[in-house]
């Protein structure tokens, strides 16, 4: 009698473990860039088991711009993806048949920026008419520069554009050669450092505080993987809230898990970047007050106005074409500060 019951035990174990194993959903994760810290919520949640425990076996890759993520869910490759919502627009509104939808946002607040040296005489964006502006054609900050010009009131016109590699940009900037560069604040910050500079040596103006009502980076989805898999969506959802609150409350996690899956990253560089990304971007008055993670509909709805001028759409898409709140967790369970 014994040996059959431990028979039974062993076998009911083995079909416990096939059943966990059955259970767990794959997800394929893009990300918009190579890893840095401020992906820190996906790989902490990789790493520290919350996805695990949501049910979730999570693969993740890097990638090659937010245009490469949403490529890669329209075409199946991957299931989730950090992409800009602004490249989500520019899609949605070419292809209103089958639009593409994020699901959290990462990035309260946009990291695009327009920069200049501190000792230069542009002290005010306005200033930057009859100015040379600097960038690839590529970046953000750069295609969305049209409409940041007009909230500010100037003719976009008037601000020589001037392609260059990205590799050149701040390089350029710091010998003068030109008078300003686009692009995301921490990235341009962490460049000029690197070259032996402070950063006190750059003044740099946020799009979101000169009346661009942009978003910038979240979670979007494939819609055949949003129809198949909505609970997975929740506690993936769920799992990076919770990796949030520890990107925020405790950085070196952030880095760590990081460097976990890219040994390379520089410890030093990595906790300047995560400290501007969740100064600017992250961690801002609105999310305090509301909870990470979720959009004001009406602001998203003008921000879509103001892209579609600056990319010369025709039809610009709704905002519930964009953004899908149903996978959120409640707001009370939302919040990522002490």
């Known amino acids: 009698m014994m040996k059959r019951l431990l028979v039974t035990g062993a076998a009911l174990a083995l079909l416990a473990g096939s059943a966990t194993s059955i259970a767990a959903t794959k997800v394929r994760l893009t990300l918009d860039w190579v890893p840095q810290s401020t992906h820190g919520p996906s790989f902490i949640a990789k790493y520290q088991g919350y996805f695990a425990k949501e049910?979730?076996?999570?693969?993740?890759?890097?990638?090659?711009g937010s245009a490469d993520a949403v490529r890669k869910l329209v075409s199946g490759t991957h299931d989730l993806g950090w992409a800009d919502i602004n490249a989500i627009i520019k899609y949605n509104?070419?292809?209103p048949d089958r639009p593409i939808k994020t699901v959290m946002m990462l990035y309260e607040q946009p990291p695009f920026s327009i920069c200049v040296l501190s000792k230069s005489s542009i002290k005010t964006p306005q200033m930057l008419a009859g100015k040379s502006l600097g960038a690839p054609v590529f970046d953000a900050s750069y295609q969305l520069f049209p409409a940041f010009a007009k909230s500010i009131g100037i003719d976009p016109d008037s601000v020589k554009k001037i392609n260059m590699d990205p590799r050149l940009r701040e390089a350029m900037l710091l010998r003068g050669e030109v008078?300003?560069?686009s692009g995301h604040i921490f990235s341009t910050v962490l460049a000029v450092k690197a070259a032996g500079y402070k950063?006190?040596?750059?003044?740099c103006f946020l799009y979101g505080?000169?009346?661009m009502e942009s978003y910038a980076n979240g979670i979007?989805?494939?819609?055949?993987?949003?129809k198949e898999h909505p609970e997975a969506i929740r506690g993936f959802i769920r799992a990076?809230?919770?990796?949030?609150?520890d990107t925020v409350l405790h950085p070196k996690l952030a880095i760590d898990a990081v460097k976990k899956f890219q040994p390379l990253v520089d410890d030093a560089v990595e906790a300047d970047r995560l400290r501007l990304g969740v100064s600017c971007c992250i961690l801002t008055p609105w999310v305090r007050k509301n909870g990470y993670g979720d959009v004001d509909m009406a602001r998203l709805q003008r921000s879509i106005g103001q892209a579609a001028d600056a990319y010369g759409l025709k039809k610009a898409p709704k905002a519930e074409d964009m953004f899908?709140?149903?996978f959120l967790p409640p707001q009370a369970q939302r919040y990522i500060h002490k």
């Open 55 to 64: 049910g979730l076996d999570v693969s993740i890759d890097a990638g090659k």
């Open 93 to 95: 509104a070419k292809n």
């Open 179 to 181: 008078d300003a560069i």
């Open 199 to 203: 950063e006190k040596d750059v003044r």
């Open 209 to 211: 505080n000169y009346g």
């Open 220 to 226: 979007a989805v494939s819609p055949a993987f949003a």
């Open 240 to 245: 990076t809230i919770k990796a949030a609150r």
């Open 324 to 326: 899908d709140r149903s």
